[in-house]
């Protein structure tokens, strides 16, 4: 089965740190450019961050610069999204999704993009 598995979300202080993974099964993320994405509730779902397959092109959302970065290892068929002085307004679903093309994944086009992982909540919180 073809699969994106994200782990690593909870609760956290504000100003406090996590660490998300999303792990494909199936299939190798070699050829995939991929992004995360979250969601707020009664929110719509936004781009947080975005990595191409070779990870030479990378992009944040102004909202997470300096505060997130992305990083893939491809032996370990997983990409990380490594989240530091988190905020109350971070708080939302996060997904990740994989696509060869990393237009698709930059234009956030959710019907176009190939695989999306069920999502992990982080909750920040005092």
Not at 67 to 90: C, G, H, W
Not at 102 to 115: C, E, W
């Amino acid at each position: 089965q073809l699969q994106l598995v994200e782990s690593g979300g909870g609760l956290v202080q504000p100003g406090g740190s996590l660490r998300l993974s999303c792990a494909a099964s199936g299939f190798t993320l070699d050829y995939y450019a991929i992004g995360w994405f979250r969601q707020a509730p009664g929110k719509e779902r936004e781009g947080v961050s975005y990595i191409s397959s070779s990870g030479g092109s990378i992009n944040y959302a102004d909202s997470v610069k300096g505060r997130f970065t992305i990083s893939r290892d491809n032996a370990k068929n997983t990409v990380y999204l490594q989240m530091n002085s988190l905020k109350p307004e971070d708080t939302a679903v996060y997904y990740c999704a994989a696509d060869p093309y990393y237009s698709d994944l930059t234009r956030g086009d959710v019907n176009v993009i190939d695989y999306w992982g069920k999502g992990t909540l982080v909750t920040v919180s005092s």
